[in-house]
């Protein structure tokens, strides 16, 4: 008796993975973490109204939760008076969402400051001397651009849905008018508070990828103006400030504004350079350059980037303010270069 019963016991046992592969379903893949990008936005005219009024259409058909400004958020010089017509009013369909704007500082938005003097730099506003012309403190203090705890550099997780793990997704926002040469505001030296932190903020983070956000140009194709007399690429202190950190924790990818383009640069050391500067600007042309994706239009129109992670895929399209696609690809981790993306809203039309 007592051997019957041990084999229907281990008859059903043998059964159970039957029984639970016909009766249930593995869980569902997380949800992919969806978000825009944009440089140059703060005109407050038709172009801005345009991309902003693409961004809210491409937002609420494909779920995005965040969209990062990448600076010079209020043009020409950054005016508080200026925030309600050249940002809120413009971007105020994409926040009626429940998207959540988080920006940069720009050299345009902080334009008529000049440092404070302050060692070691410091976090928030007192970096800059405040006046009457100097107003970023007005734009740290605007809950609608995001800045977290009023501080110029700061990181936004972004998990993916239904994942308690990780997050799957980390942005490291920075204000690069306090580094490298260009257009720094530091007289002597440089930020050395804001390079540690995002070196120990980079080094701590546990997100799957990794994503930096900023105004100035490390690495960028050469726009010129006034017949060539005044061109403007890589900053190339910038560059060696912020590169060795970027290679030694992880970064995957890095947005960049400042220039009023679209360029996409082939993989430089492991991450992905964008410039996404043509968010309100009239857009000027990139002239050639043997690290970028050769583009017949020369990027020159006004666009934002979507962005669409998972666990395995970072998948991007730069959208123009018609709504065309006008670049798309993916990649995985540690792949030499970029496949197709074809998930909405970045399929061919």
Same mark, same amino acid.
């Given at each position: 008796?007592?051997? +019957?019963?041990?084999?229907?016991?281990?008859?059903?046992?043998?059964?159970?993975?039957?029984?639970?592969?016909?009766?249930?379903?593995?869980?569902?893949?997380?949800?992919?973490?969806?978000?825009?990008?944009?440089?140059?936005?703060?005109?407050?005219?038709?172009?801005?109204?345009?991309?902003?009024?693409?961004? =809210?259409?491409?937002?609420?058909?494909?779920?995005?939760?965040?969209?990062?400004?990448?600076?010079?958020?209020?043009?020409?010089?950054?005016?508080?008076?200026?925030?309600?017509?050249?940002?809120?009013?413009?971007?105020?369909?994409?926040?009626?969402?429940?998207? +959540?704007?988080?920006?940069?500082?720009?050299?345009?938005?902080?334009?008529?400051?000049?440092?404070?003097?302050?060692?070691?730099?410091?976090?928030?506003?007192?970096?800059?001397?405040?006046?009457?012309?100097?107003?970023?403190?007005?734009?740290?203090?605007?809950?609608?651009?995001?800045?977290?705890?009023?501080?110029?550099?700061?990181?936004?997780?972004?998990?993916?849905?239904?994942?308690?793990?990780?997050?799957?997704?980390?942005?490291?926002?920075?204000?690069?008018?306090?580094?490298?040469?260009?257009?720094?505001?530091?007289?002597?030296?440089?930020?050395?508070?804001?390079?540690?932190? &995002?070196?120990?903020?980079?080094?701590?983070?546990?997100?799957?990828?990794?994503? &930096?956000?900023?105004?100035?140009?490390?690495?960028?194709?050469? +726009?010129?103006?006034?017949?060539?007399?005044?061109?403007?690429?890589?900053?190339?202190?910038? =560059?060696?400030?912020?590169?060795?950190?970027?290679?030694?924790?992880?970064?995957?990818?890095?947005?960049?504004?400042?220039?009023?383009?679209?360029?996409?640069?082939?993989?430089?050391?492991?991450?992905?350079?964008?410039?996404?500067?043509?968010?309100?600007?009239?857009?000027?042309?990139?002239?050639?350059?043997?690290?970028?994706?050769? =583009?017949?239009?020369?990027?020159?129109?006004?666009?934002?980037?979507?962005?669409?992670?998972?666990?395995?895929?970072?998948?991007?399209?730069?959208?123009?303010?018609?709504?065309?696609?006008?670049?798309?690809?993916?990649?995985?981790?540690?792949?030499?270069?970029?496949?197709?993306?074809?998930?909405?809203?970045?399929?061919?039309?």
């Amino acid at each position: 008796m007592r051997k +019957r019963r041990t084999l229907l016991a281990l008859g059903a046992a043998a059964l159970l993975p039957a029984v639970l592969a016909s009766g249930t379903r593995p869980p569902d893949p997380p949800d992919p973490a969806r978000f825009i990008l944009v440089g140059d936005t703060g005109t407050g005219d038709e172009r801005a109204r345009r991309v902003a009024a693409q961004i =809210r259409r491409t937002a609420e058909g494909a779920a995005v939760s965040h969209v990062f400004l990448l600076g010079d958020n209020v043009y020409e010089r950054g005016e508080a008076r200026f925030i309600g017509s050249r940002f809120l009013d413009v971007y105020r369909g994409v926040l009626s969402l429940g998207v +959540r704007i988080h920006a940069a500082l720009g050299n345009h938005d902080v334009a008529p400051c000049e440092e404070s003097g302050r060692r070691p730099v410091p976090r928030d506003e007192t970096a800059y001397a405040l006046s009457s012309d100097c107003e970023v403190d007005a734009h740290l203090a605007t809950p609608e651009f995001g800045y977290r705890d009023g501080f110029r550099y700061y990181s936004v997780e972004i998990p993916g849905s239904g994942s308690s793990r990780a997050p799957l997704l980390e942005v490291f926002v920075l204000d690069s008018n306090t580094l490298g040469k260009d257009d720094t505001k530091i007289e002597e030296g440089t930020d050395e508070p804001q390079l540690r932190w &995002v070196a120990e903020a980079l080094r701590g983070s546990r997100a799957r990828w990794k994503v &930096v956000a900023m105004h100035g140009t490390m690495v960028a194709p050469k +726009r010129c103006q006034w017949l060539g007399l005044l061109c403007r690429d890589d900053d190339e202190v910038l =560059r060696s400030e912020l590169e060795p950190i970027f290679t030694e924790h992880g970064v995957d990818a890095v947005f960049q504004g400042h220039q009023h383009f679209y360029a996409r640069l082939e993989p430089q050391r492991g991450i992905r350079y964008f410039v996404t500067g043509a968010g309100g600007k009239k857009p000027d042309s990139a002239r050639d350059d043997e690290r970028a994706v050769r =583009r017949e239009d020369r990027g020159a129109f006004n666009h934002f980037v979507y962005v669409q992670v998972t666990e395995d895929r970072f998948g991007y399209c730069a959208i123009d303010a018609n709504g065309e696609i006008r670049d798309r690809g993916s990649f995985g981790r540690g792949d030499p270069a970029d496949g197709e993306f074809d998930g909405e809203p970045c399929s061919p039309r």
